[in-house]
Each structure stands twice: as structure tokens, then as C-alpha cells.
């Protein structure tokens, strides 16, 4: 019972703070999580491009869009048909703006439609969902100790909740050589060389999905599934190359403590298991960020 709360929440605020709160201009990503005993392998794949026009001498349009699709591979039979879940899409379109609010803080809004399905029976409406987020970020980069503060709300279809969720991130560079991160979705520890090209990290970070099933799936005990979820928290160690300040490659591997993958019903209510288990996580890509 106590793990099926924490899943919950961990749903909840991946819906909210999911895959596609990225400041990157270009990111491009393989993510594998290998068969466990649930006899389910998953390979994603991802691509993010975003594209700031400057407006006003600090007023900047952010456009863009990201796709991320998954690969699943079925081990063991289960007792449902699984060919239409095997290949699962969610396409984003972003379109943000942000503008100097006074000497201290930058506002920035977004807001991402989204199409989240199967896409067996072309595009329904039960695919669409959209996220709405609204942030003041204060950073200081040319001191001793720079930091970067992130607060706001943000509001996603997915989660069912009638009212937005608080962000809340904060970044301390503490030592020349070393720096880190709380909040949420993602809390780290950087160690970086003196030469500044790599960078060593230990992280706890959120991962997940919710997806809709266009054609339901018929369940044991007459349950209907109609979308697939995952929630997971997952610890991993990493190394990231920077060929600039900007650029980089980097590579995670890590272990998921808490892991949920769901099939729901109508009413978002846990209609069919598929894995509840801890397993390896590994993660690489190559990105263009702003920070």
C-alpha cells in the first residue's frame, strides 16, 4: 500500500513535470530499460528542438516541439492482446515567451499542446492534453557562488487536478569544482575538472509517462484499459563531455527505486499491473542548452 502512494504521487508530478520541461535548443536521447521479471523490455527514443526569436532587447519567442516514442518488447505472454501497445508517440509543440520582469527576475510562460496515443486509429481526442507553466527565474553567473532560482506553477491535463502544481528548482555552483540541484523533477551533484570538459554526477530524477490507448484493451475480470502510465524515481550516476559551454555529450546509468507501469481505466483508476519492479535504467545523448 505504502508503494502504491508513493507511485501515485511519483504520477502526479511527472504528469506535471514531465519529459518536455527542458531549456535545451537541441537534445537528442536513447533511453533503455532492460527486461526485468516482468518479461518487458522498453527502448525510447527522443528529440528535442526549440527555437528562441528575440523580440525586444530582452523579450525573447520561444518555438519548438518534441517527439518521443517508445519500443516495447514482450517477453512472456500476457492475458491480453499487447501488438497495438508496442509501439507507443508523444508529440509536443511548444510555444513560450519570456521577458526581464525587473533587475532580479525573468518571467517565463509556456505552453506545450500535447498528442500523447497509440495512433492505431489516426487522432482522437482523448489524445490531446495540454500543459500550461508559468516561472520567475533569478540567476547570478558572475559571482564567486552563481546560482540559478526557478519558481512557479504548472498546470498539465494529464493529472486529473483541477488546479496547477508548484515548481520550485534551484542550482548552486558552491565550488569551482563542484555544484548542485534540488527540486523537482530532478535533484544532482556535479562534480566538474578543473579543465571544465567533464563532469561527473549523481542524480535522482523523476521519468514517466501517461499515454492514451486508442483502441481499449479487454482485461481480465471485464476491465477495459484505456491508457498507459509509467511512474518511476530513478538514482543514477553519470558523465557528461563538454565539447563547449553549450554542447555536450553524456550518458546515465542508473536504477529505478520506485517503478509503477499501469494500464488505467476511464476514471485513471490501476486496471492491469505490467511491472512494479526495480531495474537497471540507461540513458545517452547528445544536447545544445542554454544552462
Known sequence: MKQHFFCCLLFLLISCFGLSQTPDLLRLEYTAIPENDSGIRTNRYRAVLNAPIKIKEHNYLVIGGEYNTYEFRVGQPLPFETSTLERLHIVDF????????????????????RLASNFVLGIENNDFRVNLSAVLLKEKKDIDRPFRLIVGLSFNSATGLPFPLPIVNYYRRFHPNWSYTIGIPRQDVKYYSNSGKHV????????????????DVLL????????????????????????????????????S???????????RNRAFTLNDQGNIYLRTGFKIGIF
Open 220 to 255: 481480465p475480470n471485464n476491465n477495459v484499459g484505456t491508457s498507459i502510465s509509467l511512474s518511476a524515481l530513478v538514482s543514477a550516476v553519470g558523465y557528461q563531455y563538454k565539447f563547449t559551454k553549450e554542447i555536450s555529450f553524456y550518458t546515465l546509468l542508473g536504477y
Open 94 to 113: 511548444n510555444l513560450g515567451y519570456s521577458f526581464k520582469w525587473n533587475e532580479t527576475w525573468r518571467f517565463v510562460g509556456a505552453v506545450q499542446p
Open 200 to 215: 561527473l554526477q549523481a542524480a535522482l530524477f523523476l521519468d514517466g509517462y501517461f499515454i492514451n490507448i486508442q483502441n
Open 257 to 267: 527505486l520506485l517503478q509503477e507501469g499501469l494500464i488505467r481505466d476511464g476514471n
